[in-house]
C-alpha cells in the first residue's frame, strides 16, 4: 500500500509539470507531506535527517522555499526500489512518445511530450529514466523496459531538444560501454550514427547551425552571473530571479524573461553562492558514493543539462529527481554485481 501510495505520489508530481497553472501541483504539495509523515514511521531516524534538511529550506527562503523542502523530504523517505521507479519511466516516457507522434498527425495537439509541456522536459526525463530502464532489464531480464528506452529515446531525438540530443547520446554510448564492455565499444556508432541521424533529419540541421539564434540566452546568463555579483551572500530570494532581472538586462525584445535559463545560474542569483556551494558539495559527495551504480548517471546528466535550461525549477521534476536519489542511495548496487546476478539468474534457468 505504501509503496502504491509513494507511486501515485511521483505521478502526480510528474503530471503537474504540463499544468502551468500550477493547481495540480498545489495538491500534490499537500498530499506529498502527508504521505511523508505516514512514511516516517518506517523510517524514523531518515525521518530525522530529512526534516531537518525541510525546515533549513523553509527558514532560508521562507514559503518559497517550500518547492525544495519537499525535494528533500524525497530524498530522505520516497526510497521505492528501483524496478518500481523504472515502470513510472516506462509509462510516462511511452505515454509522452505517443503523445509526440499523434502530435505530427494533429498540429494542434499540446502538450507535445504529455504529460511534459516541451520536448526538453521530456529530454530531461528521458535522461533520467534511460539508465533506470536498463537497470531494471537487466535485474529483471525483462525486455520490455529495453524497448521502452529505445522509443523513449527515438522520441527524445525527433523532438529536437538540442542539448538533450547531444546529453542522450552520449548517455547512450556511456551505458552501452559500461554494460557490454569497452572491447565491444565499437558496435554502439552504427546505433549512435542513427540516433543522430533521427535529430538531424527532423531538426533540418538549423537548431545545430544556429544553437542560439534568437533565445538570447548568452545575454541572459551574462545578467544573471551581474546579480549574483551583486548579492553574492544574501542572494535575492526564491522565485525572485524575474522581479530583479530588469535592472541588469542586456536586450529588450518585448517579451518577458521568467527564468535565468540555467537552474545553476538561478539557484545562485536567489540562494546565493553559500548555500549553493553546500548544495554542490552534497551533490559530488553523492555522486561519488553512488557512481558504480550506473541508474545514478542519469542524476549527473540532467544536472548538466540543468546548466543551459531549467528543468528542476519545475517541482514535479526536482521532486522526482531526489526520489530516485535516495533510492539509488539505498537500492543501488555496482555495475558489476548487477552483471553478476544476471548471470547467476541465466544460469539457474538454463541449468538441467
Known sequence: MKTIATVLILILALFSVADRSHVVWTGVRAISFAVCLWLASANPSRLIYGLAAAFASIALAGIAGLDLAIACLAFALLDLKLHHLATVVAGLGLAGAL???YSQWDRAWTPLFFPFHNRNHYAVFCELGLPLLLYAYRRK???FFLAIGAVMLVAALAGGSRTGAILL?????ALWVAVAGKEKAWMAIPAIAIAASIFLLVSGGERIQNPLA???RLEIWQS???MVAARPLKGWGIGEFARGYPAFAHFDNGEFVNAAHSDWIEWAVELGILPLTAFLGFFFWWMRKTIQSYPSWGILIGA???AVDYPFHLPGLLLFAAALAGSIAVYGTKIETESTDRQ?????????
Open 99 to 101: 503523445s509526440f507522434s
Open 141 to 143: 531480464n525483462n525486455r
Open 169 to 173: 547520446l552520449l548517455e547512450a554510448t
Open 214 to 216: 534568437g533565445d538570447h
Open 224 to 226: 544573471g552571473v551581474e
Open 304 to 306: 548538466l543539462h540543468a
Open 344 to 352: 547467476r539468474r541465466n544460469r539457474r534457468t538454463h541449468s538441467p
